[in-house]
C-alpha cells in the first residue's frame, strides 16, 4: 500500500532559524497539502500545490511539489514561536474513483525563544 | 464563509458503552465530509468518507460506524466502544474530493 515518509518526526530550533520538514512517497501523488495543528485542534490547512515542480508561499511558509511527483518539502523562514505546533503532510492520489488522502505522522516543531 | 462544528470537544465513556459524535458544516451546499482518528504521535486515519445524504464509504474495518441523515450533518457512532477506539477524532469537509479537506477541532475520546 501507499507508504508516506515525513522527516524529521520533531525538531527545536532557536527563534528566528529557519527550518525545513520533507515527505517522500512510494507512489506518485496528484496533489499535495501541508496542514498545522496546534495542541487540542483540528490541523488546518497552509499550502495547497496540484502541480509538479510548483513553489507556493504562504507568508513566512514556502512549499515545493516534487519534480518526481513523490515528495515534497516545507520551509519555514525566522521562526517564531506561534509556529510551534505539529505539521503535516498530506498526499491525494485517484484509487478507484476515488481521491484518496494519505497523512504523515508530522513533524513535531519546537521553537526555542 | 464555511465553517465545521464539532461536539464534544471532550468525551469520557466507559467500556461497553456507545457513542454519538456529531459534526455539522455551515456555508456549503453538498459538502464531502469525512471522519478521521489521530492516535497519540500517529498520523491521521480516514475512517469514513461521505459524498451525499445517505452515502457512506468506509476506509477500514472497525467497531465504528457512521450516518449522514442531513445535506451537512455527519455522525459518527457505536453501539459498544472498546478501549482501543480511545482517541482523537476529527471532522473534516471538502467542497469536492479533488479539493483540500478542513477540519474541525476535533473530539477527544477517552475509554475508561
Known amino acids: 500500500g501507499q507508504q508516506l515518509n515525513q522527516s524529521p518526526q520533531s525538531m527545536f530550533i532557536q527563534e528566528g532559524e529557519d527550518v525545513s520538514m520533507n515527505c517522500t512517497s512510494s507512489?506518485?501523488?496528484?496533489?499535495w497539502l501541508w496542514y498545522k495543528q496546534d495542541p487540542g485542534e483540528g490541523p488546518v490547512l497552509l499550502i495547497a500545490?496540484?502541480?509538479?515542480?510548483e513553489l507556493t508561499s504562504n507568508g513566512r511558509l514556502t512549499a515545493q511539489f516534487g519534480i518526481t511527483r513523490k515528495d515534497s518539502f516545507l520551509n519555514i523562514s525566522a521562526s517564531i514561536p506561534s509556529d510551534v505546533g505539529i505539521y503535516f503532510c498530506?498526499?491525494?492520489?485517484?484509487?478507484?474513483?476515488?481521491?484518496?488522502?494519505?497523512f504523515g505522522i508530522g513533524t513535531k516543531l519546537q521553537v526555542i525563544p | 464563509s464555511q465553517t465545521i462544528h464539532q461536539w464534544p470537544a471532550t468525551l469520557v465513556q466507559p467500556v461497553g458503552s456507545p457513542l454519538s459524535l456529531e459534526c455539522t458544516v455551515e456555508?456549503?451546499?453538498?459538502?464531502?465530509l469525512y471522519w478521521y482518528r489521530q492516535a497519540a504521535g500517529r498520523g491521521l486515519q480516514l475512517l469514513f468518507y461521505?459524498?451525499?445524504?445517505?452515502?457512506i464509504s468506509s476506509e477500514v474495518p472497525q467497531n465504528l460506524s457512521a450516518s449522514r441523515p442531513q445535506d451537512r450533518q455527519f455522525i459518527l457512532s457505536s453501539k459498544k466502544l472498546l478501549l482501543s477506539d480511545s482517541g482523537f477524532y476529527l471532522c473534516?469537509?471538502?467542497?469536492?474530493?479533488?479539493?483540500?479537506?478542513?477540519f474541525g477541532d476535533g473530539t477527544r475520546l477517552s475509554i475508561l
Open positions: 473534516a469537509w471538502s467542497v469536492r474530493l479533488n479539493q483540500p479537506q478542513h
Open positions: 507512489s506518485i501523488f496528484n496533489t
Open positions: 500545490l496540484y502541480k509538479a515542480g
Open positions: 498530506a498526499g491525494r492520489e485517484n484509487s478507484g474513483g476515488y481521491q484518496k488522502v494519505t
Open positions: 456555508g456549503t451546499s453538498n459538502p464531502n
Open positions: 461521505s459524498v451525499g445524504i445517505g452515502q
